[in-house]
């Protein structure tokens, strides 16, 4: 399951859901960011149903990125109903991203 990609547009109306949402702010240009985006599709996987993961190109999407001072990729930003839960910068390990959307189901 190929993560979906969204643009400034989709980003809006996406962040609405009432899921938890799961942004990968990246770059085409970003290493640690290639790295990032196989963790986040097991991860898309491994909680199906109960969150969206997407992924954001700060190329793409700058709108979006400077609206949330996104300044450094790979970023993850966690979203409900359009509220910002959580960030985590930097590249993180599938365990500790994991450890945050537990959190956050709760």
């Known amino acids: 399951m190929a993560l979906q990609q969204w643009?400034?547009?989709q980003f809006e109306q996406g962040i609405l859901s009432e899921m938890l949402t799961v942004?990968?702010?990246s770059a085409t240009w970003c290493g640690p960011c290639?790295?990032?985006?196989?963790?986040?599709?097991?991860l898309a996987k491994e909680y199906e149903g109960k969150i969206q993961a997407v992924e954001v190109?700060?190329?793409?999407?700058?709108?979006?990125?400077?609206?949330y001072n996104v300044f450094s990729?790979?970023?993850?930003?966690?979203f409900r109903a359009g509220e910002r839960l959580a960030t985590m910068n930097g590249l993180q390990s599938k365990g500790k991203i994991a450890?945050?959307?537990?959190?956050l189901l709760v």
């Open 34 to 42: 290639k790295k990032l985006h196989p963790i986040i599709e097991e």
């Open 73 to 78: 990729v790979p970023q993850i930003i966690f």
């Open 57 to 67: 190109d700060v190329g793409i999407a700058q709108k979006t990125a400077a609206k």
């Open 7 to 9: 643009n400034d547009e």
């Open 23 to 25: 942004v990968d702010f």
């Open 99 to 103: 450890e945050q959307i537990e959190r």
